[in-house]
């Protein structure tokens, strides 16, 4: 019956979803939650994860983003094996690094380093939500720094793309200061002419929200994204009221002049490599 | 004394019982003074025993006191010719921080704090301390105008976070604390913090990014709120006394973790047990930050809480990379 679908010539197939579950070994389909369809992973992959159907853009780990948003093979890593401590020897915290670490593929949840974009140079820093939901403690607030301070010294611009549910929680008032160590980093770029441009993509909440990612000199965004300082659940108990259903989105955001624009992702490489271009003209550098 | 908490009700007993003594050997005119001084040294070691022992979850009690002095109980005592200042400038004036200009020893600063009420109605008009975007952006308009004219922004910290509500996302909540935390890192004159009361999250940090910051002895400060550490680590907000003290929240913890400066001391039972000497011990620790750092240029300002900012942080490395090859 599935080899039937897969035999129509389409970009994509639907099935029922509860035929999937008993038919086919999870991976190879997926889900969507905009339009509730089933999709084919691999066609998924081919259409950047972006659901040819309905638009949804589906998440993206931060290597399928760094492929998706820099040339080939121009990606250098820093500080990939930087982990994290336990320094409130958090109950369990090890542990569930560990396994978020095996389950990811990665030591943290932001990957950072520098490539091009269409031969034009950038330090860039991807979070990863799959790891920790993305949060931010000492390590992410680490490479982070780093890489803004590498992108300052060596006269590049930073691009960041964030997800993540906000501070890391284990970490207490340490993950509360990365945002203003990162704060401290982006000032002196930014005095220092330097180019900072960020991209929200789904999740970006809570103390990633309230730093680094809204003070781009441009501030770009996936559609649909959720983005908010406060989550949905704590500001209906606490206002007692309905919120609009497209509260906190990428839109809602571009509708209260929060954001620059909403950009597809099919768009993303080419409108960042404009705004790279555009700066390479003239100013300061 | 109104509002003991329970944990001091050892102490409290104490007290009562001593008064009780007094007065009784004033009217019947007879000599207790023995039991009353014997009484007098157990009380000594009773407190010392209920104030020297206090758990994380105590402070937080203290913290959150209904006496507990505010940002404007302490303006009016540390600083001298006070005049508040309203508004953003673009929105209105939120009432969960005040501002303004004042002297300080003779020497002008600007200061500014979260203002909680100490009635109900004063709450409502003050949403309970905790701001929206127009309160930051006043703070931060305030702080420009003392980096104008050159003198310090002091920074008295108090909220239970900044205002989880719709209006405030609206008017870009993360915005308006992300652009301070960046405004803060730059300001070329000195920033001292100093936590008085609550200090949750990143409503608290929105106006603490300082040269020096300092904690009173039973505030706490914190990525978030105890209630809501339990909410979403445990998926349950009664264990907040616990959660209290897994965080490491108070100021011991900060100064163990190298993130204030000093603790100022409290009078044995909290701050609002003896105002003005609580008032009198802060200024004297910022007066000495004032002193300190008024020594340090422009620049060395900003290098300076770049430095301090910079080095904090946990983390080690793994030679067996396994990122992207
Ligand atoms: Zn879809």
Same mark, same amino acid.
């Given at each position: 019956?599935?080899?039937?679908?897969?035999?129509?010539?389409?970009?994509?197939?639907?099935?029922?979803? %509860?035929?999937?579950?008993?038919?086919?070994?999870? =991976?190879?389909?997926?889900?969507?939650?905009?339009?509730?369809?089933i999709?084919?992973s691999?066609e998924?992959e081919k $259409?950047?994860?972006?659901?040819?159907?309905?638009?949804?853009?589906?998440?993206?780990?931060a290597?399928?983003r760094?492929?998706?948003?820099?040339?080939?093979?121009?990606f250098?890593?820093?500080?990939?094996?930087?982990i994290?401590e336990?320094?409130l020897?958090f109950?369990?915290?090890?542990e569930?690094?560990e396994k978020d670490?095996?389950?990811?593929?990665?030591?943290?949840a932001v990957?950072?380093? %520098?490539?091009?974009?269409?031969?034009?140079?950038?330090?860039?820093?991807?979070?990863?939500?799959r790891?920790?939901?993305?949060?931010?403690?000492?390590?992410? =607030?680490?490479k982070?720094?780093?890489?803004?301070?590498?992108?300052d010294?060596?006269?590049i611009?930073?691009?960041?793309?964030?997800?993540?549910?906000?501070?890391?929680?284990?970490? *207490?008032?340490?993950?509360?200061?990365?945002?203003?160590k $990162? /704060?401290v980093?982006?000032?002196?770029? $930014?005095?220092? *002419?330097?180019?900072?441009?960020?991209v929200?993509t789904?999740?970006?909440?809570g103390?990633?929200?309230a /730093?680094f990612a809204s003070?781009?000199?441009?501030n770009?965004?996936?559609?649909?994204?959720?983005?908010?300082f406060?989550?949905?659940?704590?500001i209906?108990?606490?206002?007692? %009221?309905?919120?609009?259903?497209?509260?906190?989105? @990428?839109?809602?955001l571009?509708?209260?002049?929060?954001?620059?624009?909403?950009?597809?992702r099919?768009?993303?490489?080419?409108?960042? $490599?404009?705004?790279?271009?555009?700066h390479?003209?003239?100013?300061?550098r | 004394?109104?509002?003991?908490? &329970?944990f001091?009700r050892?102490?409290?007993?104490?007290e009562?019982?001593?008064?009780?003594?007094?007065?009784f050997?004033?009217?019947?005119?007879?000599?207790?003074? &023995?039991?009353?001084?014997?009484?007098?040294?157990?009380?000594?070691?009773?407190?010392?025993?209920?104030?020297?022992?206090m758990?994380a979850?105590?402070?937080?009690?203290?913290?959150r006191h209904?006496e507990?002095?505010?940002t404007?109980?302490?303006?009016d005592r540390?600083? &001298?010719?006070?005049?508040?200042?309203?508004?953003?400038?673009?929105?209105g004036d939120?009432?969960a921080?005040?501002?303004?200009?004042?002297?300080?020893? &003779?020497?002008?600063v600007?200061?500014?704090?979260?203002q909680?009420? #100490?009635d109900?109605?004063?709450?409502?008009?003050?949403?309970f301390?905790?701001?929206h975007p127009?309160?930051?952006?006043?703070a931060?308009?305030?702080?420009?105008?003392?980096e104008?004219?050159?003198?310090?922004?002091?920074?008295?910290l108090?909220?239970?976070?900044?205002?989880?509500?719709?209006?405030a996302?609206?008017?870009?909540?993360?915005?308006?604390? @992300?652009?301070n935390?960046?405004?803060?890192?730059?300001?070329?004159?000195?920033?001292?913090?100093?936590?008085? =009361?609550?200090?949750?999250? =990143?409503?608290?940090? @929105?106006?603490?990014?300082?040269n020096?910051v300092h904690?009173?002895?039973?505030?706490w400060?914190?990525?978030?709120s105890?209630?809501?550490?339990?909410?979403?680590l445990?998926?349950?907000?009664?264990l907040a006394?616990?959660?209290?003290?897994?965080?490491k929240?108070?100021?011991?913890?900060? #100064?163990?973790?190298?993130?204030?400066?000093?603790?100022?001391p409290e009078?044995?039972?909290?701050?609002?047990?003896?105002?003005e000497?609580?008032a009198a011990?802060?200024?004297?620790?910022?007066?000495?930050s004032?002193?300190e750092?008024?020594?340090?240029? #422009?620049?060395?300002?900003?290098?300076?809480r770049?430095?301090?900012y910079?080095n904090?942080?946990q983390y080690?490395?793994?030679?067996?990379?396994?990122?992207l090859k």
């Amino acid at each position: 019956m599935l080899k039937d679908i897969f035999n129509k010539k389409k970009k994509y197939a639907t099935v029922p979803s %509860e035929k999937i579950k008993q038919d086919v070994p999870e =991976g190879i389909m997926t889900k969507c939650p905009g339009c509730k369809s089933i999709i084919y992973s691999k066609e998924l992959e081919k $259409s950047n994860k972006v659901c040819v159907k309905c638009g949804y853009h589906h998440q993206m780990n931060a290597f399928e983003r760094i492929k998706n948003t820099l040339d080939e093979g121009s990606f250098e890593e820093f500080n990939a094996g930087m982990i994290s401590e336990n320094p409130l020897s958090f109950p369990d915290y090890v542990e569930r690094l560990e396994k978020d670490r095996k389950k990811s593929s990665l030591n943290e949840a932001v990957v950072t380093g %520098e490539g091009t974009i269409n031969s034009q140079r950038t330090a860039i820093a991807v979070m990863d939500a799959r790891f920790r939901m993305g949060s931010m403690g000492s390590v992410v =607030g680490e490479k982070i720094t780093r890489t803004i301070e590498h992108a300052d010294k060596e006269k590049i611009p930073f691009i960041i793309f964030t997800a993540s549910g906000g501070a890391r929680m284990q970490e *207490g008032v340490l993950s509360l200061m990365q945002m203003a160590k $990162s /704060s401290v980093a982006l000032k002196r770029f $930014s005095d220092n *002419g330097g180019l900072f441009i960020s991209v929200m993509t789904h999740p970006t909440t809570g103390g990633v929200s309230a /730093s680094f990612a809204s003070v781009g000199d441009y501030n770009f965004a996936e559609p649909k994204a959720m983005i908010g300082f406060a989550g949905r659940r704590i500001i209906e108990q606490t206002i007692r %009221e309905d919120l609009p259903e497209d509260f906190q989105t @990428a839109e809602f955001l571009l509708n209260h002049g929060q954001l620059d624009s909403v950009i597809h992702r099919a768009d993303m490489k080419k409108t960042l $490599s404009t705004v790279l271009m555009i700066h390479s003209k003239g100013g300061d550098r | 004394m109104a509002n003991r908490l &329970d944990f001091e009700r050892p102490v409290q007993e104490l007290e009562d019982k001593i008064e009780e003594l007094k007065s009784f050997m004033d009217e019947k005119n007879i000599d207790l003074s &023995d039991e009353i001084s014997r009484l007098q040294k157990r009380l000594a070691y009773m407190e010392e025993e209920v104030y020297g022992n206090m758990t994380a979850w105590n402070r937080v009690q203290l913290a959150r006191h209904p006496e507990r002095p505010t940002t404007l109980d302490y303006i009016d005592r540390i600083f &001298d010719d006070f005049i508040e200042l309203h508004g953003d400038r673009a929105f209105g004036d939120d009432e969960a921080i005040v501002g303004g200009i004042a002297t300080f020893e &003779d020497k002008p600063v600007t200061v500014v704090g979260h203002q909680r009420g #100490k009635d109900t109605k004063e709450n409502l008009r003050r949403n309970f301390g905790m701001p929206h975007p127009e309160g930051y952006r006043k703070a931060l308009r305030l702080m420009k105008q003392a980096e104008k004219f050159n003198r310090p922004v002091v920074f008295l910290l108090d909220t239970k976070g900044a205002f989880p509500g719709k209006a405030a996302e609206e008017r870009g909540q993360s915005e308006a604390i @992300a652009r301070n935390l960046i405004e803060m890192a730059g300001l070329t004159v000195p920033i001292v913090c100093i936590v008085i =009361g609550e200090g949750a999250s =990143g409503g608290a940090l @929105a106006i603490g990014v300082g040269n020096h910051v300092h904690m009173l002895e039973n505030s706490w400060y914190s990525v978030i709120s105890p209630e809501g550490a339990a909410a979403l680590l445990w998926k349950d907000s009664s264990l907040a006394q616990q959660a209290a003290d897994t965080m490491k929240i108070t100021a011991p913890d900060l #100064k163990e973790l190298d993130v204030i400066d000093e603790i100022v001391p409290e009078a044995k039972g909290g701050a609002h047990r003896n105002v003005e000497e609580q008032a009198a011990s802060i200024q004297k620790v910022l007066k000495k930050s004032l002193e300190e750092l008024s020594k340090l240029s #422009k620049t060395e300002l900003v290098e300076q809480r770049y430095e301090k900012y910079r080095n904090i942080g946990q983390y080690t490395f793994v030679t067996d990379t396994i990122g992207l090859k």
